[in-house]
T-cell receptor, first 111, second 113 residues
Framework: GESVGLHLPTLSVQEGDNSIINCAYS??????FIWYKQESGKGPQFIID?????DKRQGQRVTVLLNKTVKHLSLQIAATQPGDSAVYFC??????????FGAGTRLTVKP | KAGVTQTPRYLIKTRGQQVTLSCSPI?????VSWYQQTPGQGLQFLFE???????NKGNFPGRFSGRQFSNSRSEMNVSTLELGDSALYLC????????????FGQGTRLTVV
């Protein structure tokens, strides 16, 4: 039969602008969350993580925000660069369970 | 420090055949997880190994199996290949079981014809 592909949300930003990528997670018991970046032809690359006892964590040019009330996770990328163009996945995890990935968001940075 | 190494990078097999994929984790990492990535289903968990024991298994048929060796290297095997098994198979290693941060290899692209 016909295969139905995942509809990847897309985000297009201008170089130098800030990007915000959103993710809704499914399990209220999840206590660990990770953002991965996947470039074409490569495996996912760890960007930043956050545990459920925090609501914000900052890295280099990236910030992750966690809102447990509405089960929402976001990744903010400051001063987006062409090299940031990729598919971004959020992942959620509970202890003793496997990591579950979202469908991903394709970020395109226009020069 | 070398990253996660997966071999081979590309593979073409015929329906009905079997295939074995290999993953060498980052030195010192003891946990290895396997994922299947397809355009239709995204990233799906296959299984996780730690200390040579399978600790978690995803929702895949018994044709998918794996093992881990004493040096933490892991292999996964798919028997009686089907066209739908065509995918990118990714391996990720972590320091310990359930330790969180996982580092992925570049994957093995399997095409079943």
């Amino acid at each position: 039969g016909e295969s139905v592909g995942l509809h990847l949300p897309t985000l297009s930003v201008q170089e130098g602008d800030n990007s915000i990528i959103n993710c809704a997670y499914s399990n209220s018991a999840s206590d660990y969350f990770i953002w991965y970046k996947q470039e074409s032809g490569k495996g996912p690359q760890f960007i930043i993580d956050i545990r459920s006892n925090m609501d914000k964590r900052q890295g280099q040019r990236v910030t992750v925000l966690l809102n447990k009330t509405v089960k929402h996770l976001s990744l903010q990328i400051a001063a987006t660069q062409p090299g940031d163009s990729a598919v971004y996945f959020c992942a959620e995890k509970t202890y003793n369970d496997d990591m579950r990935f979202g469908a991903g968001t394709r970020l395109t940075v226009k020069p | 420090k070398a990253g996660v190494t997966q071999t081979p990078r590309y593979l073409i097999k015929t329906r009905g055949q079997q295939v074995t994929l290999s993953c060498s984790p980052i030195s010192g990492h003891r946990s290895v997880s396997w994922y299947q990535q397809t355009p239709g289903q995204g990233l799906q968990f296959l299984f996780e190994y730690f200390s040579e024991t399978q600790r978690n298994k995803g929702n895949f048929p018994g044709r998918f199996s794996g093992r881990q060796f004493s040096n933490s290297r892991s292999e996964m095997n798919v028997s009686t290949l089907e066209l739908g098994d065509s995918a990118l198979y990714l391996c990720a290693s972590s320091l310990e079981y359930q330790s969180g941060e996982a580092f992925f290899g570049q994957g093995t692209r399997l095409t079943v014809v």
